[in-house]
């Protein structure tokens, strides 16, 4: 596109080439939705790792009853920040990562639409995690109201709140300059012949969660606002001094929040439905069910937002409603389960480590659902309101959900990406170690949260001191897996495995995206492809 | 495909990005006017009393309690606690006085202890129904007229109703800041117990 400035003139057609700028203001001036790809993986596994060592730091500390490792301020500062950092900072731009890569060299697209927009919307993100990540620094510390930043805390809170508000914003702006993107590069820069029915399910996952993210993304920048406001310019939204209502936040939060659990879900659901066709070489059963389930799971997202908030004094007609609409969701993404099980049917399967993490998706994920049937239900919910039970069915919705469907496309688009296999030994290592650690620090949690055991609170009773001495070895299993990852990520980066990737490492697979070399040159598809 | 309509697209996107932002806003009164048509959560307005039989067979005992914050009023129940049946009907006043040398507008809000009795006290007349507006150095009786519907759980005997009176300069909400006099408090405590050098938020 005539928006890459850098060394456009030498390049004219030749991808074998493969020109690129080698100074290291490269890494701010780039707007090649490869590079810019790559550094979107790179921040989010640095802020997965930050994120995981604040958990690390609440595991650590509740290990046993007592306070001993933090102090409660600080822990109350680490389940917040935890929260923010790995939902703003690890998942969401892992996969816009992927999108940035995979979406173009699907699509037959020689970039994204807005090449400098796209430099933009990533470098917005470092000044956002400085912002999260310093203050804790500050006087007073972090947020420490919960991720959900709720008043009367949130209002109350000192200047760590105004840096996460600042933080959010930023984000914020970057998600919907991402989205925009997508949706234009999905929507206006197919190859020739691909129509929409033929798009890859990747693509499809992330055109409808880029509307999602730029519906719902400016209601969050407004709850922020009005935060920030009612902070420092005598507004009341949300202080009872002043007539507002603290629940009301919870209203216009969750009406972000819950389209927010589907925008993380949904590009994984997309990464799955390209692994596990490859691997079953099969083609996806039920491709335009599982759109339609898409599109719908999106809908509802939208009028089921109070079912966080059965606790809040909701009449009972309204929570009917939201108990009813919410069980509802479970249709369309249970078609999508059954097509993926469909899928694999009689399928010449074989177990690659991207097949294995999306098989530990469908299963972990599965049961994530479950419990998130069981939490729908208004008079369970009001029990399990804010215990770890509600913490349990959460992390096997997301990291079971989002990560390993990430450690999936990782494992499976990687070769793509730098030319060379990862050792599939250590692959399948890192996937069974991460399967046993996360099911040991998660499973014994929903024992906990139906015993009553309540979230957020450094300090517990006696009873419950087993598990959460369990749940923390596990935790700290999972988090050394991790590095493990990343071992193997510069492994195959720096090719030992001595396997070099072809441009189909993957006999099953399907798509444009194996039709350039591997590593993919710089430019590719400068010429559109025709898609039959 | 050409650059001219993908800046249509950008167009459009941001156009809708810019409604959501502002339907972020919209939903504050949005909200309001659903809980004030379905009558959710709305403390302004007088209950509908459905039985007035007087259950002589049960006394509670309700205690008041009168407060203020960030503001410079006397504010106090003619009685600190009455004993009363169930579906009695029942007045309390209370004493409100501006000390200040200057006009100032106020609101009071009330609440309940416990909890589970606020639907069961049906306040008829009420000064926390409206603004309040206090010229310099007025004073003022103010009643509640009040009755507890019999159907109030059995195991509750007392009732805590507790109401604070907050500014609202000019009918606009008060600003808010800590009153000087807490913060004093605060700094005094901590001046005295040179441990409590914790840096808790609020």
């Known amino acids: 596109m005539a928006s890459i400035p850098n060394d456009h003139s030498h390049d ?9 700028p080698t100074s290291w203001t490269r890494i701010f001036t780039t707007t090649n939705h490869k590079d810019i790809g790559s550094m979107y993986m790179w921040f989010s596994f640095a802020m997965f790792i930050s994120g995981g060592i604040m958990a690390l730091g609440i595991r650590a500390e509740l290990f046993t009853p007592g306070l001993q490792v933090v102090r409660p301020e600080l822990f109350n500062q680490l389940t917040t920040l935890h929260g923010i950092v790995m939902i703003f900072g690890a998942i969401m731009p892992a996969f816009v990562g992927f999108a940035n890569w995979m979406l173009p060299l699907q699509l037959g697209a020689p970039d994204m639409a807005f090449a400098r927009m796209n430099n933009w919307s990533f470098w917005l993100l470092p000044p956002a995690a ?26 109350q809170a000192g200047m760590g709140m105004d840096m996460m508000i600042f933080a959010v914003h930023i984000m914020g702006a970057s998600s919907i300059m991402g989205s925009i993107n997508i949706i234009t590069t999905i929507l206006n820069l197919r190859a020739p012949g691909m129509t929409m029915m033929k798009m890859p399910m990747f693509a499809w996952t992330w055109l409808i969660t880029a509307f999602l993210l730029i519906a719902t993304m400016p209601v969050l920048a407004g709850a922020v606002t009005m935060l920030l406001t009612d902070r420092h310019f005598g507004t009341t939204f949300f202080n009872a001094a002043g007539g507002g209502d603290p629940v009301m936040f919870q209203h216009i939060f969750w009406f972000f929040g819950h389209p927010e659990v589907y925008i993380i879900a949904l590009p994984a659901f997309g990464v799955v439905s390209q692994i596990i066709p490859t691997f079953s070489r099969k083609p996806l059963f039920g491709y335009a069910s599982m759109v339609y389930a898409t599109a719908s799971i999106a809908i509802l997202s939208f009028i089921v937002w109070a079912h966080h908030m059965y606790t809040t004094g909701l009449p009972a007609a309204g929570q009917l409603y939201f108990m009813y609409a919410t069980m509802l969701i479970a249709v369309p993404t249970a078609c999508k389960i059954f097509n993926w099980l469909a899928t694999m049917w009689r399928g010449s399967i074989s177990l690659e480590t991207p097949m294995l993490f999306c098989l530990g998706f469908l299963f972990l994920f599965t049961m994530g659902g479950f419990t998130g049937l069981v939490l729908s239900l208004t008079p369970v919910d009001i029990q399990l309101h804010d215990t770890y039970y509600v913490v349990a069915h959460f992390h096997y919705v997301m990291v079971a959900g989002a990560l390993f469907s990430a450690f999936a496309a990782v494992y499976y688009w990687g070769p793509k990406w730098t030319g060379w296999m990862y050792e599939e030994k250590l692959g399948k290592i890192h996937f069974w170690w991460s399967l046993i650690a996360f099911n040991v620090t998660f499973f014994p949690q929903h ?30 299993a999972f988090g050394f897996a991790q590095i493990f990852f990343i071992v193997i990520v510069i492994r195959m980066i720096t090719g030992k495995s001595g396997i070099r990737a072809a441009a189909k490492p993957w006999d099953g697979a399907e798509g444009l995206e194996w039709t350039v070399p591997s590593p993919a040159p710089y430019h590719t598809f400068e010429t559109p492809p025709v898609v039959k | 495909m050409s650059i001219f309509e993908n800046k249509t697209m950008l167009k459009k996107l941001i156009v809708f990005t810019a409604i959501m932002f502002a339907f972020g806003f919209a939903l504050v009164p949005i909200y309001r006017k659903i809980c004030e048509v379905t009558g959710v959560n709305d403390l302004l307005r007088p209950d509908q009393v459905k039985n007035t039989q007087i259950d002589k067979s049960r006394t509670i005992k309700v205690e008041f309690d009168a407060n203020t914050r960030h503001l410079p009023w006397d504010f106090k129940p003619e009685v600190t606690a009455l004993n009363v049946h169930p579906g009695e009907l029942t007045t309390v006043v209370y004493e409100v006085s501006n000390k200040t040398a200057r006009d100032m507008t106020g609101q009071a809000i009330p609440s309940y202890g416990p909890t589970q009795a606020a639907m069961h006290f049906k306040k008829l007349e009420c000064f926390c129904f409206a603004k309040q507006d206090f010229a310099a150095g007025e004073k003022r009786l103010m009643p509640v007229v009040f009755l507890i519907d019999p159907e109030l759980p059995k195991d509750v005997n007392t009732i805590t109703l507790s109401y604070t009176f907050f500014e609202m300069p000019n009918g606009k909400p008060a600003p808010n800041t800590a009153p000087e006099g807490k913060l004093n408090m605060k700094q005094a405590a901590l001046n005295a117990v040179p441990s409590a050098n914790h840096t808790s938020v609020n």
């Open chain 1, 130 to 155: 400085i912002l999260l990540i310093g203050s804790f620094f500050v006087p007073g510390g972090a947020a420490a109201g919960g991720w959900t930043l709720y008043p009367p805390l949130s209002v």
């Open chain 1, 447 to 476: 024992f906990l949260g139906l015993a009553g055991m309540p979230r957020r609170i450094p300090d517990y009773n006696l009873q419950f001191e087993n598990w959460n001495a369990v749940s923390s070895v596990g935790a700290f």
């Open chain 1, 12 to 20: 004219h057609g030749h991808d074998h080439h493969d020109h690129h």
